[in-house]
């Protein structure tokens, strides 16, 4: 399921396109979010303008992406809440998941103040339901829970290699038509954040496999069907 995604090799495509268009900077895709860079906020920095296909692009990403990390920072939070008191063996793991997961939805908390993104409006909705997803799946017991991660983290890790994909094509056809032959700074540093989160979210995917994800009673059922709810969330964030 981990190589159906065809990580790796999306992963030397983006950096190969990437490195080739931030001025021989190398990308570096490593995995882990262990100290948080500082993020940029509105007014820290003189931000270039973008063209109206780049603004509705970053608009939408941004949205979409704001309202997933939310999510899962709240999956996290469910199951951190029952695993606390139920197995506390498993406590630092899900913490660690967790402390990752929040990471990326401040991160993308900021970047819709600065580009003044509005969030979904179905932002209340995934508050309650990825809430009672994280508990619901905890209660169910530690397979059940790990096969919750699997199925977001397939999903998600999806979807953030089909954003890179379009963020690379934007990239090189903003270097194209520039007077320095650079995509703006801004897309270039959010495929690599991009890139930094798909890889945290892969790296929660196989996390789950090797604690018995595929153990997880009934596990196709359970699986799909949150996968589904994944991708109809991602549709409705993109949109609404
Ligand atoms: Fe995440
Ligand atoms: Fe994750």
């Known amino acids: 399921m981990i190589r159906s995604l ?3 090799s999306c992963s030397r495509r983006v950096a190969a396109a990437l490195s080739s268009s931030c001025s021989g900077k190398r990308f570096n895709s490593a995995s882990t979010t262990p100290t948080p860079a500082p993020i940029p906020a509105a007014g820290d920095r003189k931000l270039p303008p973008l063209s109206p296909r780049t603004r509705d692009f970053l608009a939408r990403l941004i949205r979409v992406d704001q309202a997933g990390e939310l999510g899962a920072d709240l999956i996290y939070s469910g199951q951190h809440a029952v695993f606390k008191r139920t197995r506390p063996d498993l406590e630092p793991l899900i913490a660690h998941m967790w ?23 179905f932002s209340p909705l995934w508050t309650v339901a990825a809430y009672g997803l994280g508990v619901g799946t905890a209660v169910m017991g530690k397979e059940a829970a790990m096969a919750c991660t699997l199925a977001v ?6 979807h953030y290699n089909d954003q890179l994909r379009e963020l690379v094509a934007l990239i ?3 270097a194209a038509v520039a007077e320095d032959g650079r995509a703006s700074e801004e897309l270039r540093e959010l495929a690599k954040m991009v890139s930094r989160f ?4 892969l790296e929660h995917l196989e996390t789950a496999v090797e604690h018995d994800a595929e153990k997880a009673r009934p596990y196709i059922l359970l699986t799909e069907t949150i996968k589904a709810g994944c991708r109809a969330a991602v549709w409705t964030a993109e949109r609404f």
Do not use: C, M, N, W
């Open 6 to 8: 065809s990580t790796k």
């Open 99 to 121: 402390d990752q997961e929040v990471y990326h939805h401040k991160t993308f908390d900021a970047l819709q103040t600065t580009h003044r993104v509005r969030p979904s409006v």
């Open 153 to 158: 983290e397939t999903v998600i890790g999806g």
């Open 172 to 174: 090189e056809s903003e």
């Open 198 to 201: 798909r890889d945290d979210e």
